[in-house]
């Protein structure tokens, strides 16, 4: 039987943070994962550069049935922490929009720092390995039953992520021994994801498929405005991602076409110098002629602005500023970039990830009932909470 101080399951962001962290503590440290190569979905991550994390970060950006968790761990290793790293590694890095931080280069050069982290600190680590069973030791801690032997431990770390991209190797591992060990979890559902379309809807928006517009979207209580994307599928782009997290099945969308803007007013003011100027070509300078067709009919496009009267510019009002569509679904945990619910996060101590009732039980990164916005938010949780146990198993 191989035995170490501690044994993490899953070498993805925060496994790896995690381990890197117990080993410089002098902890014989052993990381195991059925892939075969380490932090695939931090290779994936931002388009191939890895968006590691944001200039602003705080819990606000995070979804968890005990909103006060994630406090003590993000402010225990903030995302200057992570920059810092960065830096002393010479990755070179820039800012995108909303304080979004990228790699210049590849995400390979987070997961090769991380992986320089744990040889450095003695941390070891071992692919292509299937956790068969996990069970308590008559003598304190865990023993695992593996395709490659059987190991005990004094403190195991699950950070096996959520069923986000399956195609990346996830599985509900983390959960199913979350329950084993009696800790609840909140039922998984895929978060930062495409929404498809009834048909009837589907077929009316076709023809903007491909077409992107700045526009706000509205549910669940909150408001986001990026970038909208139209696909063959449905609704996708980054605000359609920000607001599936907020999104429950039966609950509407409501978009504003013109964020900012107010379009009577736009309408009011273009007709005092322009009178006999149609719709479609006021609306034109703002948004795709294709969108507009969609928005409104043909004749109401063709009147000119001196016509237009109150029905009518309230209808206008309605449809670009408040026009309201019921997603028939989401794509799923294929295209979703994160996984709502998770181990309930009551049962876990927010200042060392282990579970309340468990010692030496800890969980961290996505498994946990902890989701963040897109632009980050995610990468930096892996990093604090993984810090968080790396400091306690």
């Known amino acids: 039987m191989n035995h170490v101080n501690v044994l993490i399951i899953g070498a993805g962001a925060a496994g790896l943070m995690c381990a890197a962290e117990a080993a410089r503590r002098g902890r014989s440290v052993l990381v195991l994962d059925q892939a075969a190569k380490a932090g695939n979905k931090i290779r994936m991550s931002g388009g191939g550069r890895c968006n590691f ?21 993000l402010s225990r290793f903030t995302q200057w922490d992570f920059l810092a790293l960065v830096e002393r590694y010479a990755i ?52 695992l039953h593996s395709s490659r032997g059987v190991y005990r431990c004094e403190s195991l770390v ?18 199913r021994i979350a329950e084993q060990f009696g800790i609840p979890v909140w039922p998984p559902s895929a978060g930062l994801v495409p929404f498809t379309l009834h048909a009837k809807d589907k077929a009316l928006l076709a023809p903007l498929a491909g ?15 990026e970038n909208l994307l139209f696909t063959h599928r449905g609704l996708s782009g980054p605000v359609i991602l920000q607001a599936s997290n907020y999104w429950q099945p039966g609950q509407t ?49 063709s009147t000119p602005l001196a016509q237009l009267g109150h029905k009518a510019l309230a209808e206008i009002e309605t449809q670009l ?11 799923g945990y294929r295209t979703a ?34 989701s963040g916005w897109l632009g980050g938010y995610n990468l930096q949780w892996a990093w604090s909470s993984g810090w968080c146990a790396g400091q306690y198993v």
């Open 211 to 225: 077409i992107a517009v700045d526009a706000q979207v509205q549910t669940g209580g909150q408001a986001f405005r």
């Open 53 to 73: 994390t944001n200039y602003d970060v705080g819990p606000q950006h995070y979804l968890c049935h005990n909103p006060h968790f994630v406090k003590s761990a």
């Open 253 to 301: 969308l409501l978009i504003d076409w013109l964020p900012g803007e107010e379009v009577v007013a736009l309408i009011e003011q273009a007709r005092q110098h322009h009178p006999k100027q149609q719709l479609k070509t006021l609306l034109g300078q703002s948004l795709p002629a294709r969108l507009v067709a969609v928005l409104l009919d043909e004749a109401l496009l």
């Open 321 to 331: 500023q408040h026009w309201s569509i019921l997603p028939n679904a989401t794509e």
């Open 337 to 370: 970039e994160v996984t709502r619910g998770g181990v309930d996060c009551d049962a876990i101590s927010s200042k060392t990830m282990e579970a309340t009732a468990q010692p030496g039980l800890y969980f961290i990164g996505e498994v946990l009932d902890v």
């Open 158 to 175: 699950i950070a096996t992520g959520g069923l986000s991209i399956p195609s990346m190797g996830s599985s509900p591992f983390g959960y």
């Open 92 to 143: 070179p890095w820039h800012e995108r929009e909303h304080g979004q931080l990228f790699c210049n280069d590849s995400s390979k050069d987070i997961l090769d720092m991380l992986l320089a982290e744990c040889r450095e600190a003695g941390a070891s680590l071992q692919l292509k390995t299937t956790i068969e069973r996990v069970e308590r030791s008559g003598e304190g801690g865990f023993v």
